[in-house]
């Protein structure tokens, strides 16, 4: 007995022991394989690129700052609201979309100048977490160590390793939903199973809390999966009504306990829910059914090849291509799952239309949509291409398991298949998929023809041995694998002459092959396994190094420099300010959420959870606004006043010589002009290489003026009209403050002037030679000269070179509405030349083009005057303004800097007033004469309610969760 009782625990131990070492393995493979990666790419810590690309260098990191102050400062405020959001904004969007991440906690554990190995860590255990969720999935559920264990972290590498996870390594906000999923997976079949209910409702809210648009995507395939996990149970005994309800008895309670899962956060995602409809729900995005197909289906293939991703045509413009690659024997096994599997017929079923509708999701835009929320993606596109990945390697996994023999048909088949999908891509072009190997190998081949000839003959020649030795009871197919052993050596010398053979279609097409080979024999041979997982492993980590090779990386130590220069000018505003509220303008950026990364109150943020009202106030005023991000680019003494600009950085220009010296210094480039500034801003600090500039004469953000100014409506590419009707409205004098004055002479090189339909176009003449544009003016005031730049010239940038007086012209590239730009002040009797040029463009649409004078002097005396009815801000957080007016003049309307919000509430002397939306952007309240205190607070719509509803749904789980342990108690009593 104590023997049995002995080889029981040693048993158990050992099993134990191997799961461990399975899960260990799962765990570091992926991780291995993204090191030996890095290392090639140059990337921190092998080198100096590090792992911030795309939206990650330019939107998140940012963030990551953010997050790491609100937390250490205890300033909490900015976990509903802050002013480092363009000119402020909601947060709870951004915290359920970026920031709730247990893996966030390195960004505020490390100081802001080592975000470098915060991003590594970040990034590089998540692959590790992912690969270990899988793996677990697959022991926990599918019996993985009763089959080969082996198996488990090569289907754990292909998951976490697969197309979409290494493509959109720049936005690794999506990562956490990707460990989720396996473990959602678990729970939901053991719901389905009709175990206890708690750890779904758990692991399910814990996902919609750590990231919801993922989420929300996980639950749509929730519903898919349990129709497929619960299919079999159409097949009990009895008829129809029986069967129908043993399906959906299951199906009930994961609908019900989804519903307690999502509803207890629902604190979060109701407010998040409400903000949505004013960023992304403000965009015009119908949701209409067509039969149309958004993309060629058998494109789809290239996507199935070794490395079909790049940062020319993959991510940026859709729709493009989903990123489902899953390595070979993934993808291999995915397709014997409907032959192989010991699955339920009823499952196979499901399966097949599951995978179906993912199709129809990624060729029908309306399908699309609905996985994306209800609109189409600003870039990366089928965001939901990993889930089908999941699924493929999961249906994988069932197939590979069971070792079964693949046949000789079966073989034929997907040999042809194979060939067809290599032929298929290969006679179409794709910016991913090189037509040729990389010149080094050719060379290389080149160079060592007898080493290459000895290795070729050497590994057919084996083959051929092995063929011989192992199909001895198979003539046939023994003389045929013999023969194509031998003919495939001086096929491959020839192919590697010519640079195909490891061209990434035909790498693919071996794995398939070798794969298919491995399949139909299944040796029993390690050395052979070995070989299987060896091509494995280098497959996925060939394809994570393609993928991520061709984006543009931010340097590790630049950034290190950034944070440290950003952060010096950030302290020394916070220190030197003693007027209140305020705000911060720059000529240069290293990205539009600098205002997030150092903390400071800035006018520019990138943000999948802009405001649109926002965007589309900084657009009217001339200004930068469009794709999720705004940018104080075209500052006027008006908007400057409006916004409570108060302090201005500029950086000094720098040499070649300067860039050589400091290596790791980041040297930024202009994205503005602004000739005026030294006209009302005056330098307040400067060091080596930026000076702050502070205008004591801005608006605060709530100043007394009227009704007319409160329901002003704007015109659409009518920056001057609209701020002139600003000032008039404000100053009751109609006057042009803003003023076109025509442009005297226009000099054409190689360009010809048309009118076609309206639009003023100018055509190069010669298109093998550059063709210029040059507007030449002479100031005949002391004031401001804009230059109007049509929203049509957007089209060229990039494509166009653009010059005041033989010096680079500083502008923003990216806008959505006709532009001001500030060309000259204080310049009288002194000729400008603004010169165009472009070699590349055949064609410049220049319609509506002008040159505008501003007069300042005019302009100067409207701002005092709203001065004199300035609030005075005496505290200020990012959720609470308090301060005092004294109105002295007909002034009836508190306007303010802030954008509109339903969470905002104002008390005038302690009592509640009712708030509007001036100017389709902007929040606004009545005022009456004299003086008045004010206090403005903010809370997110719907915060209550969602907490509430929050309240409600855990106290139920809570309480059944109590009945349960009591019906436990009295079972076992009884």
């Given at each position: 007995?104590?023997?049995?009782?002995?080889?029981?625990?040693?048993?158990?131990?050992?099993?134990?022991?191997?799961?461990?070492?399975?899960?260990?393995?799962?765990?570091?493979?992926?991780?291995?394989?993204?090191?030996?990666?890095?290392?090639?790419?140059?990337?921190?810590?092998?080198?100096?690129?590090?792992?911030?690309?795309?939206?990650?260098?330019?939107?998140?990191?940012?963030?990551?700052?953010?997050?790491?102050?609100t937390?250490?400062?205890?300033?909490?405020s900015?976990?509903?609201?802050?002013?480092?959001?363009?000119?402020?904004g909601?947060?709870?969007?951004?915290?359920?979309?970026?920031?709730?991440?247990?893996?966030?906690?390195?960004?505020?554990?490390?100081?802001?100048?080592?975000?470098?190995?915060?991003?590594?860590?970040?990034?590089?255990?998540?692959?590790?977490?992912?690969?270990?969720?899988?793996?677990?999935?697959?022991?926990?559920?599918?019996?993985?160590?009763?089959?080969?264990?082996?198996?488990?972290?090569?289907?754990?590498?292909?998951?976490?390793?697969?197309?979409?996870?290494?493509?959109?390594?720049?936005?690794?906000?999506?990562?956490?939903?990707?460990?989720?999923?396996?473990?959602?997976?678990?729970?939901?079949?053991?719901?389905?199973?009709?175990?206890?209910?708690?750890?779904?409702?758990?692991?399910?809210?814990?996902?919609?809390?750590?990231?919801?648009?993922?989420?929300?995507?996980?639950?749509?395939?929730?519903?898919?999966?349990?129709?497929?996990?619960?299919?079999?149970?159409?097949?009990?005994?009895?008829?129809?009504?029986?069967?129908?309800?043993?399906?959906?008895?299951?199906?009930?309670?994961?609908?019900?306990?989804?519903?307690?899962?999502?509803?207890?956060?629902?604190?979060?995602?109701?407010?998040?829910?409400?903000?949505?409809?004013?960023?992304?729900?403000?965009?015009?995005?119908?949701?209409?059914?067509?039969?149309?197909?958004?993309?060629?289906?058998?494109?789809?293939?290239?996507?199935?090849?070794?490395?079909?991703?790049?940062?020319?045509?993959?991510?940026?413009?859709?729709?493009?291509?989903?990123?489902?690659?899953?390595?070979?024997?993934?993808?291999v096994?995915?397709?014997?799952y409907?032959?192989?599997?010991?699955?339920?017929k009823?499952?196979?079923?499901?399966?097949?239309?599951?995978?179906?509708?993912?199709?129809?999701?990624?060729?029908?835009?309306?399908?699309?949509?609905?996985?994306?929320?209800?609109?189409n993606?600003?870039?990366?596109?089928?965001?939901?291409?990993?889930?089908?990945?999941?699924?493929?390697?999961?249906?994988?996994?069932?197939?590979?398991?069971?070792?079964?023999?693949?046949?000789?048909?079966?073989?034929?088949?997907?040999?042809?298949?194979?060939?067809?999908?290599?032929?298929y891509?290969?006679?179409?072009?794709?910016?991913?998929?090189?037509?040729?190997?990389?010149?080094?190998?050719?060379?290389?081949?080149?160079?060592?023809?007898?080493?290459?000839?000895?290795?070729?003959?050497?590994?057919?020649?084996?083959?051929?041995?092995?063929?011989?030795?192992?199909?001895?009871?198979?003539?046939?197919?023994?003389?045929?694998?013999?023969?194509?052993?031998?003919?495939?050596?001086?096929?491959?010398?020839?192919?590697?002459?010519?640079?195909?053979?490891?061209?990434?279609?035909?790498?693919?097409?071996?794995?398939w092959?070798?794969?298919?080979?491995?399949?139909?024999?299944?040796?029993?041979?390690?050395?052979v396994?070995?070989?299987?997982?060896?091509?494995?492993?280098?497959?996925l980590?060939?394809?994570?190094?393609?993928?991520?090779?061709?984006?543009?990386?931010?340097?590790?130590?630049?950034?290190?420099?950034?944070?440290?220069?950003?952060?010096?000018?950030?302290?020394?505003?916070?220190?030197?300010?003693?007027?209140?509220?305020?705000?911060?303008?720059?000529?240069?950026?290293?990205?539009?959420?600098?205002?997030?990364?150092?903390?400071?109150?800035?006018?520019?943020?990138?943000?999948?959870?802009?405001?649109?009202?926002?965007?589309?106030?900084?657009?009217?005023?001339?200004?930068?606004?469009?794709?999720?991000?705004?940018?104080?680019?075209?500052?006027?003494?008006?908007?400057?006043?409006?916004?409570?600009?108060?302090?201005?950085?500029?950086?000094?220009?720098?040499?070649?010589?300067?860039?050589?010296?400091?290596?790791?210094?980041?040297?930024?480039?202009?994205?503005?002009?602004?000739?005026?500034?030294?006209?009302?801003?005056?330098?307040?600090?400067?060091?080596?290489?930026?000076?702050?500039?502070?205008n004591?004469?801005?608006?605060?953000?709530?100043?007394?003026?009227?009704?007319?100014?409160?329901?002003?409506?704007?015109?659409?590419?009518?920056?001057?009209?609209?701020?002139?009707?600003?000032?008039?409205?404000?100053?009751?004098k109609?006057?042009?403050?803003?003023?076109?004055?025509?442009?005297?002479?226009?000099?054409?090189?190689?360009?010809?002037?048309?009118?076609?339909?309206?639009?003023?176009?100018?055509?190069?003449?010669?298109?093998?030679?550059?063709?210029?544009?040059?507007?030449?003016?002479t100031?005949?005031?002391?004031?401001?000269?804009?230059?109007?730049?049509?929203?049509?010239?957007?089209?060229?940038?990039?494509?166009?070179?653009?010059?005041?007086?033989?010096?680079?012209?500083?502008?923003s590239?990216?806008?959505?509405?006709?532009?001001?730009w500030?060309?000259?002040?204080?310049?009288?009797?002194?000729?400008?030349?603004?010169?165009?040029?472009?070699?590349?463009?055949?064609?410049?649409?220049?319609t509506?083009?002008?040159?505008?004078?501003?007069?300042?002097?005019?302009?100067?005396?409207?701002?005092?005057?709203?001065?004199?009815?300035?609030?005075?801000?005496?505290?200020?957080?990012?959720t609470?303004?308090?301060?005092?007016?004294?109105?002295?003049?007909?002034?009836?309307?508190?306007?303010?800097?802030i954008?509109?919000?339903?969470?905002?509430?104002?008390?005038?002397?302690?009592?509640?007033?009712?708030?509007?939306?001036?100017?389709?952007?902007?929040l606004?309240?009545?005022?009456?004469?004299?003086?008045?205190?004010?206090?403005?607070?903010?809370?997110?719509?719907g915060?209550?309610?969602?907490?509430?509803?929050?309240?409600?749904?855990?106290?139920?789980?809570?309480?059944?969760?109590?009945?349960?342990?009591?019906?436990?108690?009295?079972?076992?009593?009884?």
């Amino acid at each position: 007995m104590r023997h049995s009782r002995k080889q029981e625990n040693q048993r158990s131990s050992f099993k134990k022991a191997g799961k461990f070492k399975v899960l260990l393995a799962s765990t570091l493979l992926p991780m291995l394989i993204m090191l030996v990666v890095w290392y090639f790419m140059d990337t921190f810590p092998f080198g100096r690129n590090t792992l911030m690309a795309v939206d990650f260098g330019q939107q998140y990191i940012g963030l990551y700052g953010f997050l790491k102050a609100t937390v250490l400062t205890g300033d909490w405020s900015g976990l509903f609201y802050s002013f480092s959001k363009s000119i402020g904004g909601a947060m709870i969007g951004i915290w359920g979309f970026n920031l709730i991440s247990p893996f966030n906690l390195f960004y505020i554990l490390f100081p802001l100048t080592q975000f470098k190995w915060a991003v590594f860590l970040t990034i590089w255990l998540r692959y590790g977490a992912m690969g270990l969720s899988f793996a677990y999935l697959l022991i926990k559920r599918y019996k993985a160590l009763s089959y080969n264990p082996w198996l488990v972290p090569l289907m754990a590498t292909a998951y976490a390793l697969s197309g979409m996870i290494v493509s959109y390594q720049m936005n690794p906000i999506f990562y956490d939903a990707m460990i989720m999923l396996p473990l959602v997976i678990i729970s939901l079949e053991e719901l389905i199973d009709g175990r206890k209910p708690f750890k779904y409702i758990i692991v399910l809210a814990l996902t919609m809390l750590l990231h919801f648009y993922m989420g929300y995507m996980i639950c749509l395939f929730v519903a898919l999966y349990t129709c497929y996990y619960a299919a079999p149970k159409l097949a009990e005994i009895g008829d129809w009504k029986i069967k129908i309800t043993a399906f959906f008895k299951p199906v009930l309670r994961v609908i019900c306990y989804s519903i307690l899962a999502i509803t207890s956060v629902f604190f979060l995602l109701y407010p998040i829910f409400l903000n949505l409809l004013r960023s992304k729900g403000a965009y015009d995005s119908p949701l209409t059914f067509s039969f149309a197909l958004q993309i060629n289906p058998f494109d789809i293939l290239s996507k199935l090849m070794i490395g079909g991703f790049d940062n020319e045509s993959s991510w940026s413009a859709g729709p493009n291509l989903p990123n489902v690659y899953v390595g070979a024997l993934a993808l291999v096994g995915f397709f014997l799952y409907f032959v192989q599997a010991k699955a339920h017929k009823y499952s196979k079923v499901v399966a097949a239309f599951i995978s179906l509708l993912f199709f129809v999701s990624i060729v029908n835009e309306f399908a699309n949509k609905i996985w994306h929320m209800g609109q189409n993606p600003a870039g990366f596109f089928y965001r939901f291409s990993w889930i089908l990945s999941f699924f493929m390697v999961l249906l994988a996994y069932q197939a590979l398991r069971e070792r079964k023999y693949l046949g000789w048909k079966g073989l034929i088949v997907g040999i042809i298949l194979s060939f067809a999908s290599a032929y298929y891509v290969i006679s179409h072009d794709y910016t991913y998929i090189a037509k040729k190997q990389p010149k080094i190998v050719t060379d290389f081949v080149i160079s060592h023809e007898a080493f290459i000839l000895l290795l070729v003959f050497v590994f057919f020649a084996g083959l051929a041995v092995y063929a011989w030795k192992r199909l001895d009871q198979y003539k046939e197919a023994r003389l045929c694998a013999i023969a194509a052993s031998l003919l495939a050596i001086p096929v491959s010398l020839y192919l590697l002459n010519k640079g195909l053979l490891l061209t990434q279609v035909c790498l693919t097409l071996l794995t398939w092959l070798f794969v298919l080979i491995y399949l139909a024999l299944r040796p029993k041979s390690k050395l052979v396994w070995s070989l299987l997982a060896l091509v494995t492993v280098l497959e996925l980590g060939y394809n994570a190094y393609l993928s991520q090779v061709t984006l543009g990386y931010a340097d590790a130590y630049k950034f290190t420099d950034v944070t440290k220069s950003m952060k010096e000018l950030s302290d020394v505003i916070k220190k030197k300010n003693k007027a209140g509220f305020y705000r911060v303008g720059s000529s240069f950026l290293y990205s539009k959420n600098d205002p997030f990364l150092v903390s400071y109150p800035g006018l520019s943020t990138f943000s999948s959870n802009m405001e649109k009202s926002t965007i589309n106030l900084f657009n009217s005023m001339g200004d930068v606004g469009g794709n999720a991000a705004t940018f104080y680019a075209n500052g006027t003494a008006l908007t400057d006043a409006l916004y409570s600009v108060r302090y201005y950085i500029d950086r000094k220009d720098y040499s070649a010589t300067d860039i050589e010296k400091h290596p790791n210094w980041q040297f930024f480039n202009r994205n503005a002009t602004r000739s005026d500034l030294k006209e009302y801003y005056k330098p307040i600090y400067e060091n080596k290489r930026f000076i702050i500039y502070e205008n004591p004469d801005v608006l605060s953000p709530a100043f007394g003026t009227n009704t007319l100014t409160h329901n002003i409506k704007f015109g659409i590419n009518n920056p001057v009209s609209n701020q002139n009707i600003i000032l008039s409205s404000m100053s009751g004098k109609k006057q042009k403050y803003f003023e076109y004055i025509g442009i005297p002479k226009i000099e054409l090189i190689n360009m010809q002037e048309v009118n076609e339909n309206g639009h003023r176009i100018f055509k190069r003449i010669d298109k093998k030679q550059a063709g210029t544009i040059r507007i030449t003016f002479t100031p005949q005031t002391d004031d401001t000269y804009y230059f109007q730049a049509p929203y049509s010239l957007r089209k060229s940038m990039g494509n166009v070179s653009i010059m005041l007086n033989n010096q680079w012209y500083h502008y923003s590239q990216s806008y959505d509405q006709v532009q001001l730009w500030n060309l000259t002040s204080k310049t009288p009797n002194q000729e400008m030349v603004l010169q165009l040029q472009t070699s590349q463009d055949d064609q410049l649409d220049l319609t509506n083009m002008a040159l505008v004078r501003a007069n300042q002097t005019a302009i100067k005396k409207v701002i005092d005057d709203r001065l004199k009815q300035d609030m005075t801000v005496t505290k200020w957080t990012n959720t609470l303004i308090k301060g005092h007016v004294q109105i002295t003049d007909k002034s009836n309307v508190m306007m303010t800097s802030i954008p509109y919000n339903p969470g905002w509430t104002v008390k005038v002397d302690d009592k509640k007033v009712k708030t509007d939306e001036a100017w389709g952007s902007l929040l606004s309240f009545p005022i009456t004469s004299g003086k008045h205190r004010i206090e403005m607070s903010f809370m997110p719509q719907g915060f209550v309610v969602g907490i509430a509803v929050s309240v409600i749904s855990i106290a139920l789980t809570i309480l059944l969760k109590w009945q349960d342990s009591r019906s436990e108690k009295r079972s076992s009593i009884s």
